[in-house]
């Protein structure tokens, strides 16, 4: 078997929803200390729906694999869905990764969360 899914060279390859969202509603930064990757993700949330996501990744071909994944599987959904997203589902939808690259998925789910906990400190403290 090869190393890596044809999934994960693709979105290797050709990442989905790179680059940043001006005004995006909420940010998410998190990295890796053992590795030194870095991820980023821009949310933006329209009526609890994640209307629309970017991403940065300063990191291994695994993390924009995920990260590009991640954003796909995001993209249009309601924020509860979004806030159950595990790394699992991500490395499944990319039909898997090598088990010593599983981290690279876990800083996906962990960039989400990080942008909608800021989404959500953000909009508590427009509330008042
Ligand atoms: Fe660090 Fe992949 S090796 S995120």
Redesign the pocket.
């Known amino acids: 078997m090869a190393l890596y899914s044809e999934k994960v060279m693709d979105h290797f390859r050709n990442p989905r929803n790179v680059g940043i969202i001006e005004d995006a509603d909420g940010i998410g930064e998190v990295g ?1 200390a ?2 030194g ?1 870095i991820m980023k993700m821009y949310l933006k949330i329209e009526n609890d729906i994640v209307t629309d996501v970017k991403f940065e990744t300063f ?2 071909g ?2 924009i694999a995920s990260s590009s994944m991640a954003t796909e599987l995001i993209k249009g959904k309601p924020i509860d869905e979004v806030m159950q997203l595990t790394n699992k589902a991500v490395a499944e939808a990319l039909d898997g990764l090598p088990d010593y ?1 599983m ?2 998925s876990v ?1 996906a789910e962990e960039a989400i969360q990080a942008a909608l906990n800021d989404y959500f400190s953000k909009k508590k403290a427009a509330e008042g």
């Open positions: 890796n053992k590795c990757d990191g291994c695994s993390a690259k981290h690279c800083l």
